[in-house]
């Protein structure tokens, strides 16, 4: 049984637009998408890319990217999203799944984290986190092991990296090594592109390449404007089931998903005003009977 968020206007408004809109499933739930929006993407499917072609940022495009802030950003409605959905994160110790430049380590940090372990596979990416010298905080390199105990933090964000995995084996092993981290009972939050923003130009990006055209697993630029110039990067293209299905399998139920929009779409000359540049899927970590019951 899903439970829809917002009024039936509002879902109407977002159907319109392609499968954007937003619904929970209760804990321990099975993720499973309305029945009216299954098949939306078959067709679009390419499940046989392999390989670690990663994206590879340069010194001057991590120097670029750390450049990028938040507010009156496209990014600041993740960010926004993300804040709601934490609440209280004061006293906790998180993980920042693909920090980046630290932007998203330093967000976590503002919002009250005790402890953030940010951790990226990119040298240069870690370099300018470092440098940041973000407090309360640890960089550290993570390739396919994030390098912390199992049960060892109170919650997990991953932010605009999961349209950067290449493969949905890729994706599971990323899921199941952030579930294995993950005390009992914590969230994570993956915030990544909208399928639906692709072909969509945005106030802090632009993705050339249309929805219609790519399929799970298509490789398609996403060119990010800074103020101190632009870096493209290779994105892949996911779809809502892609992302559900692998925190699913890693144990991680799937308790909401949302498309979310601006406070004042009218203040935005770009896509932002009619399309959510990003979802945000809200999963938690099982809590194990034992634990209910306190035996
Ligand atoms: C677009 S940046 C976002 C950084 C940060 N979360 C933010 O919001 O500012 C994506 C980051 O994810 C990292 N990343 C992508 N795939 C990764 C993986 N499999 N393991 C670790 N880091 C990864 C990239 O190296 C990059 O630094």
Not at 154 to 174: K, N, P
Not at 250 to 265: C, F, M, N
Request: proline content about 5%.
């Amino acid at each position: 049984m899903l439970v829809r968020r917002r009024g039936s206007a509002q879902l109407r408004n977002h159907a319109a637009r392609g499968p954007a809109d937003v619904y929970l499933a209760r804990p321990g739930q099975e993720y499973s998408r309305p029945a009216r929006w299954r098949g939306c993407y078959e067709g679009r499917r390419n499940l046989g890319s392999t390989g670690d072609d990663r994206y590879a940022y340069s010194a001057d495009s991590a120097r670029r990217y750390g450049s990028l802030g938040i507010e009156g950003t496209t990014y600041e409605i993740g960010f926004d999203a993300v804040r709601e959905l934490l609440g209280d994160i004061t006293r906790k110790t998180f993980l920042d799944f693909g920090c980046g430049a630290g932007r998203s380590t330093a967000f976590l940090r503002a919002l009250g984290a005790d402890y953030v372990y940010g951790v990226d596979h990119d040298r240069n990416m870690l370099e300018a986190a470092r440098s940041r010298e973000v407090g309360g905080a640890t960089f550290l390199f993570a390739d396919d092991a994030i390098p912390l105990p199992g049960e060892s933090v109170d919650g997990a964000v991953s932010m605009s990296v999961f349209v950067e995995i290449r493969t949905l084996s890729q994706m599971a092993r990323i899921c199941a090594q952030v579930a294995r981290v993950l005390r009992p009972g914590s969230p994570f939050i993956v915030e990544s592109s909208n399928p639906m923003a692709f072909g969509h130009s945005f106030r802090s990006y632009r993705y050339p390449q249309a929805a219609e055209s790519l399929r799970s697993g298509s490789r398609t630029p996403c060119i990010v404007t800074t103020s101190e110039g632009q870096v493209v990067i290779q994105d892949t293209f996911w779809t809502e089931d892609d992302y559900a299905n692998s925190l699913a399998r890693a144990g991680l139920s799937v308790i909401g998903v949302d498309y979310p929009r601006p406070r004042d779409p009218s203040a935005w000359s770009t896509d932002e005003a009619f399309v959510s540049p990003c979802l945000v899927i809200h999963a938690v970590k099982a809590v194990r009977k034992r634990e209910l019951t306190g035996s």
